[in-house]
């Protein structure tokens, strides 16, 4: 089955750097690529998601990558701000499958 | 919210208790998620139902006991937990699971469940 690899565990910018956070999948057939948020004691929240027929979607300040023939995608945030503080998980799926998550990225973003 | 709803908040309960876990979501999906969020396993997966049939238990114990009597309502019915199942649930659900689609996740804000 997929399985997804995600790292780093922890990251920790200054306020105004970006930040870069990159995910592996194993299984060549996944189509699906989503990324969550997850504030402290807040609920994961879908923040941007990209498709395998496209190699990079922009939304503001946050980018998603996915390089198909290496297996890996990446989320990128420019601009880095202190509410961008977070968990962030990544996921992928393929059809009906269900979503595999990474373990997750704590971000801590430094005034 | 999110168009998925779980209650309670917080739950404590003993280890010889019953209670149950509800989650409703307003969206029209047909798929429902329980995932269980501690620090050792940040989303591990529980349950996956489909259509109100259950289409995936990821090993899980059997004091946990779900229920889906519709495609709105996902229920989590627990009985002689143990301290170590203390942890975050989180219900999730999703539009489609047909072979040419997917879709990401909508999460409930989760019951924060402690077992003295």
């Known amino acids: 089955g997929e399985n997804v690899e995600q790292h780093p565990s922890t990251l920790s910018v200054q306020e105004g750097d970006s930040a870069v956070i990159k995910c592996t999948y194993s299984d060549s057939a996944s189509n699906y690529f989503p990324w969550y948020k997850q504030e402290l004691g807040k609920r994961p929240q879908l923040i941007i998601d990209i498709r395998s027929n496209v190699g990079e979607k922009k939304d503001q300040r946050i980018a998603v990558t996915l390089n198909k023939t290496a297996k890996h995608f990446s989320l990128h945030i420019t601009e880095t701000q202190p509410e961008d503080s977070a968990v962030y998980f990544c996921a992928a799926s393929r059809g009906a499958q269900k979503l595999v998550f990474g373990q997750g990225t704590r971000l801590t973003i430094n005034p | 919210e999110t168009g998925v709803t779980q209650t309670p908040r917080h739950l404590v309960m003993g280890m010889t208790n019953k209670k149950s876990l509800k989650c409703e979501q307003h969206l029209g999906h047909n798929a429902m998620y329980w995932y269980k969020q501690s620090a050792k396993k940040p989303l591990e997966l529980m349950f996956v139902?489909?259509?109100?049939?259950?289409?995936e238990n990821n090993s899980v114990p059997s004091r946990f006991s779900p229920e889906c009597p519709n495609s709105s309502h996902l229920f989590l019915h627990l009985h002689t937990l143990q301290p170590e199942d203390s942890a975050l649930y989180l219900c999730a659900s999703s539009p489609s699971r047909s072979p040419t689609s997917n879709y990401g996740y909508t999460f409930g804000s989760g019951t924060r469940l402690t077992v003295v």
């Open positions: 139902y489909s259509l109100e049939e259950r289409v």
